[in-house]
């Protein structure tokens, strides 16, 4: 029995067909998968073997053109009172 050496390795001999990224900070998340080295991989397993990218909240915003999704708070006027 072997195991790989880290996520990229086990994440190249696997091939997965889905990849489903958890929510939580955008920007935390975005951090990690930069500093992780993530980027090209997720990016060149969805382009080059067809694998379908299923986020939810943060891991759909950072599949996105743009974070300023996860910026929409500030869009709302706490000051109003109903």
């Given at each position: 029995?072997?195991f790989?050496?880290?996520?990229?390795?086990?994440?190249?001999?696997?091939?997965?067909?889905?990849?489903?990224v958890?929510?939580?900070?955008?920007?935390?998340?975005?951090?990690?998968?930069?500093?992780?080295?993530?980027?090209?991989?997720?990016?060149?397993?969805?382009?080059?073997?067809?694998?379908?990218?299923?986020?939810?909240?943060?891991?759909?915003?950072?599949?996105?053109?743009?974070?300023?999704?996860?910026?929409?708070?500030?869009?709302?006027?706490?000051?109003v009172?109903?």
């Amino acid at each position: 029995l072997s195991f790989w050496k880290d996520g990229h390795e086990a994440f190249q001999k696997w091939k997965p067909h889905v990849i489903y990224v958890e929510g939580g900070n955008t920007f935390w998340l975005h951090h990690c998968i930069e500093k992780g080295g993530w980027k090209d991989v997720l990016r060149k397993s969805i382009v080059d073997s067809n694998t379908v990218y299923c986020g939810k909240s943060a891991g759909a915003i950072i599949a996105g053109a743009s974070m300023d999704t996860a910026t929409w708070k500030v869009c709302f006027n706490l000051s109003v009172k109903r």
